[in-house]
């Protein structure tokens, strides 16, 4: 017998976004998208998506892969060392790293930094000196931290250490970033007591994941932004897909549900809020971010 024809994915051009919105956190320019990275971007605008954060993983990501983006002035970047290749954090690493952003001003944050426990092959004490040197660092840019925070499953030991070392840093109440933020109501609730935003992924649409969904019932629209953190975490309907820019309105279409909003409403905002965050420039035409 054969099997029934499963229903096709909704497109995301589907969704009629109004052109503003922002990917905060995208990873375009690792190798999976060497195939087709221009026809990605152009997707995006197509799809709203007015401008993206590219986040290099490390000073040498940096230096290869900038080259990508010259024709795409719609694209921001971030810039830090993960935890996971927390050991490449040597002084070294850190002065490269400075002079990339005083050369360039599409730099406009230091991260992904933080801590990440789910591996246990990351040694703890050398994530933390990792973490505080890029936050000292992020200080004397006076740029704010886009923050990287996983723990094991039913673990927050993470979540504890790293607010614990963003206190100690001296980050309460400044601008900061919580990226692709994964925890409950309880945890939102910490992260917004210290005057800091969140961005919020595709896996608020998984059907498992009412923690989250109540966590962005509390968390205020103002202090939200969105991000796919392509590749990975596509939401509802491609789950399991690899995720781009242009499927980050389903994230905004989930968040609106849980809100009660318009999925327009929602993507306008989280985009002004991405704006304002990371210092960009007003919207350009649809037309002038193309290359």
């Not at 490269?96 to 730099?107: G, H």
């Not at 919020?200 to 962005?216: K, M, T």
Request: with cysteine.
């Amino acid at each position: 017998m054969s099997k029934k024809n499963k229903a096709p994915r909704q497109e995301p051009e589907t969704l009629a976004l109004p052109f503003g919105g922002v990917d905060s956190h995208a990873h375009l320019d690792l190798d999976d998208f060497d195939a087709d990275r221009e026809d990605i971007l152009a997707r995006a605008r197509a799809c709203g998506v007015a401008n993206v954060g590219n986040v290099f993983l490390g000073p040498e990501a940096y230096r290869k892969n900038r080259p990508y983006f010259d024709a795409h002035p719609e694209v921001f970047f971030l810039l830090g060392i993960h935890p996971g290749n927390a050991d490449t954090c040597t002084d070294e690493a850190l002065a490269d790293m400075r002079r990339a952003f005083a050369e360039d001003q599409r730099l406009k944050a230091v991260g992904e930094i933080g801590l990440d426990y789910y591996w246990d092959d990351h040694p703890r004490q050398v994530q933390e000196k990792a973490f505080r040197a890029q936050l000292k660092l992020a200080a004397e840019l006076g740029l704010p931290p886009v923050i990287h925070c996983r723990d094991k499953t039913g673990s927050q030991d993470a979540f504890e250490d790293t607010l614990r070392l963003l206190r100690e840093e001296g980050f309460s109440g400044r601008d900061l970033l919580w990226h692709c933020f994964g925890g409950d109501a309880q945890q939102a609730g910490r992260v917004l007591e210290h005057g800091w935003h969140v961005s919020i992924p595709g896996p608020v649409s998984y059907a498992r994941n009412e923690p989250l969904r109540e966590a962005v019932a509390l968390i205020p629209l103002e202090r939200m932004l969105i991000e796919t953190d392509c590749p990975y975490l596509s939401a509802e309907p491609w789950r399991g897909k690899r995720n781009h820019p242009a499927l980050a309105g389903f994230t905004a279409a989930c968040i609106a549900e849980v809100k009660g909003l318009a999925p327009a409403d929602v993507w306008t905002a989280t985009g002004d809020n991405a704006r304002r965050f990371f210092t960009l420039s007003s919207i350009a035409r649809r037309e002038d971010t193309a290359p």
